[in-house]
């Protein structure tokens, strides 16, 4: 159902608490709106040193900004929050390295005092995801890059409002999906390239992660508003980090794009009961009315015809996975734990090579990315170093002139997965088109290359 009756989106909505949905209605009625610029496909900005600033240094902000400061030609200028422990703790750190940077954050509209500088570049923004959407789009309307911490947007017609921004003033907004970057993804993709397994049929996506705890969180930090949203919404709420690579591996909006989707969630059970178990009576977590299912599974059928599973659960007990499985016609590679199976070159296609066994693929397809700054990454830290790797290579492409591996189309792409699944959650799981965010170009968007450090 890729055009919806208004009165019955409308009614589907507030039945099932769809809050983030009932923006998109506009955004539903037409997919595809009239473009305000020209495409950012394969945008490409050079300057020598790049000038930043962040808006948000609480939980991810700080990982960034210690990550930006070790590499060459970044030039640290401003920072923003109006949490000031954390503000202070951030101005400190990068003063400790020599920078001479400004503090905002006297109200939650002081980024924008920093925005309009005219000595900033670019912008980390790692914010409630609620502000991740009006912040980016302020940041593009000020002549600044965006960098946008996951998702992108909760609404669709959020995400067509970055696009536009982002095209009516030729800046790169890209979403900071770090898992692009792990070193495992990375190999699969250099497998992918090269063909090892065959043609790519189906991928299988996941953010798995029980973070209960978060719960705890009440005045300050990431679950104090993350928390909220399971009270008010249904479905997939947080897709990219098993969706990004996977999507990458089959050259989506480079090649092939997401056509239509449908969503299906369990019962929502868990944080219930873990509220009754660790909050005393009458506790403002025991009154919460939770809706969301404890697991969401979503279908995605590309338009060439494959197809993705993504799951989320961030709330039963059960260890941590992304999936990360990619099959194709020759072989297939699985995550958590790490295995594979390639015809002609495994001894079975009934059995799995793993363990030990896969230090010969790394040495065949290691990227070569990985390759060149994969030991420097380790040390810095952030994810086994992946959130090294995706700040250098973001740095590495302003300075160089490239486009960056991940554009405002892919974030907007993969954050939809969100609301749409929502919708057919509360629709009997009934199919929903994604819209094209490239407005077409991904016909000739070339698939993303094996680059080098």
Excluded at 235 to 257: C, E, F, S
């Amino acid at each position: 159902m890729s055009k919806l009756n208004r009165r019955d989106f409308i009614r589907a909505a507030g039945a099932a608490g769809v809050v983030a949905a009932a923006g998109n209605l506009d955004a539903f009625a037409s997919q595809t709106p009239k473009q305000k610029g020209k495409t950012v496909a394969g945008l490409r900005t050079k300057q020598d040193r790049v000038r930043v600033a962040f808006i948000g240094v609480g939980a991810r902000g700080p990982g960034h900004l210690s990550d930006l400061m070790a590499i060459e030609g970044v030039e640290v200028k401003a920072i923003c929050d109006t949490h000031k422990p954390s503000l202070d703790r951030a101005v400190k750190m990068a003063t400790d390295k020599g920078f001479k940077v400004d503090a905002y954050g006297k109200d939650d509209y002081d980024y924008r005092n920093m925005l309009d500088r005219n000595d900033i570049d670019a912008v980390w923004i790692a914010t409630p995801w609620e502000w991740h959407a009006k912040m980016a789009v302020d940041a593009l309307n000020r002549g600044k890059h965006a960098f946008v911490e996951v998702p992108l947007a909760l609404t669709i017609e959020e995400m067509w409002s970055i696009v536009d921004a982002a095209e009516k003033n030729q800046k790169h907004c890209m979403m900071l999906e770090n898992v692009n970057y792990g070193r495992e993804e990375l190999m699969v993709l250099n497998m992918c390239r090269k063909g090892v397994f065959g043609e790519l049929l189906h991928g299988e996506a996941a953010y798995i992660h029980d973070l209960r705890g978060q719960m705890h969180e009440i005045e300050h930090g990431t679950g104090s508003w993350r928390t909220l949203h399971y009270a008010k919404r249904n479905g997939n709420l947080y897709p990219t980090h098993g969706l990004g690579p996977v999507a990458q591996y089959m050259n989506i909006n480079r090649g092939d794009r997401f056509d239509y989707l449908s969503s299906v969630s369990s019962p929502s059970r868990s944080r219930a009961i873990y509220a009754r178990e660790k909050f005393p009576e009458g506790h403002s977590r025991r009154k919460l009315n939770f809706v969301c299912g404890d697991i969401n599974t979503t279908i995605i059928k590309t338009l060439r015809g494959k197809s993705i599973m993504v799951q989320w659960d961030e709330q039963l007990p059960r260890p941590y996975n992304r999936l990360n499985l990619i099959q194709g016609t020759r072989g297939i590679w699985g995550g958590f734990p790490d295995r594979v199976v390639i015809e002609g070159r495994s001894k079975s296609t009934h059995s799995w090579e793993q363990g030990q066994d896969l230090e010969a693929y790394y040495k065949d397809f290691e990227h070569p990315l990985w390759k060149a700054i994969g030991d420097d990454a380790k040390k810095h830290g952030g994810h086994g170093g992946m959130d090294f790797v995706m700040n250098w290579r973001i740095i590495y492409c302003l300075r160089n002139g490239e486009p960056l591996d991940q554009d405002v189309y892919d974030g907007a792409a993969w954050s939809a997965i969100s609301p749409l699944s929502e919708w057919s959650v509360a629709n009997r799981s009934q199919s929903i088109d994604v819209p094209d965010f490239t407005r077409g170009m991904w016909k000739s968007m070339e698939p993303l290359g094996i680059v080098g450090g």
